[in-house]
């Protein structure tokens, strides 16, 4: 079984700030990690993902995440924010690494991020 | 490559209507999921199909759930007598798995659901 723990339903940050959006995870199976980004009265759009290669991992929009196992944690950052990062963005761990339900997500409940000027 | 496309974007319906729901994924995926979200909350699993073979159900998909991919390519999602609570942003996303390639999912824009 597969879990996933948003930390802060809202955060908020000035244009230029760092962004920090936590996400522990609970899997009973070497995890798959993702983070997707959904915009108002859009679908999801990949970020980034981590799949058993390097720890530290880049995606699109200057996003990274760090997989930390010891942590159980799969945090996603940012240097510096822009206006244009302002939306909701949810963590999701795959129900099988690898396997048969490999696109069976399980998403947690998301993080609103807020980009004040 | 142009995206999974749903429709339609928006449908309202009175309780107890059926409605039915389209999905076109990405031409080389061979692998279809549908999802549903809910106001405030992050996706829940509902199905999946790999080609036309429908592999895995969510005990969220209730009896009046159906769900097609006849022909390996668009699917079908069927919801019969609707209710209130069904009311939910329906998602669905494709992927390609398998040959040593497990590709992360891409996702429509969602068909919203109001159910009056």
């Known amino acids: 079984a597969q879990s996933v723990t948003q930390l802060g339903s809202h955060v908020s940050v000035s244009e230029g700030a760092l962004v920090l959006l936590r996400c522990n995870y609970s899997?009973?199976?070497?995890?798959?990690l993702f983070w997707y980004v959904q915009y108002p009265n859009q679908g999801l759009q990949l970020l980034l993902k981590y799949t058993s290669a390097a720890t530290l991992v880049k995606g699109i929009n200057g996003f990274e995440a760090e997989f930390k196992k010891s942590e159980t944690s799969f945090h996603l950052t940012k240097p510096s924010a822009h206006m244009s990062d302002a939306a909701e963005y949810f963590c999701?761990?795959?129900?099988?690494?690898?396997?048969?339900?490999?696109?069976?997500?399980?998403f947690g409940q998301g993080t609103i991020l807020t980009v004040h000027p | 490559d142009t995206g999974v496309s749903q429709n339609p974007r928006h449908k309202i319906t009175k309780r107890g209507q059926n409605v039915t729901f389209r999905c076109d994924p990405i031409?080389?995926?061979?692998?279809l999921y549908w999802y549903r979200q809910t106001l405030g909350q992050g996706p829940e699993f509902l199905t999946y199909?790999?080609?036309?073979?429908?592999l895995e159900k969510s005990r969220l998909l209730s009896d009046r759930f159906s769900a097609e991919r006849p022909k390996g390519s668009f699917s079908t999602l069927e919801i019969q007598r609707t209710e209130q609570g069904d009311s939910a942003m329906y998602l669905c996303?494709?992927?390609?798995w398998g040959a040593g390639e497990n590709s992360p999912l891409h996702f429509g824009n969602g068909t919203r659901l109001t159910v009056t």
């Open positions: 996303a494709s992927s390609r």
């Open positions: 999701a761990v795959s129900g099988d690494a690898g396997g048969t339900s490999y696109g069976k997500l399980t």
């Open positions: 031409s080389e995926h061979n692998r």
């Open positions: 199909f790999q080609n036309e073979a429908q």
């Open positions: 899997s009973s199976v070497p995890p798959y």
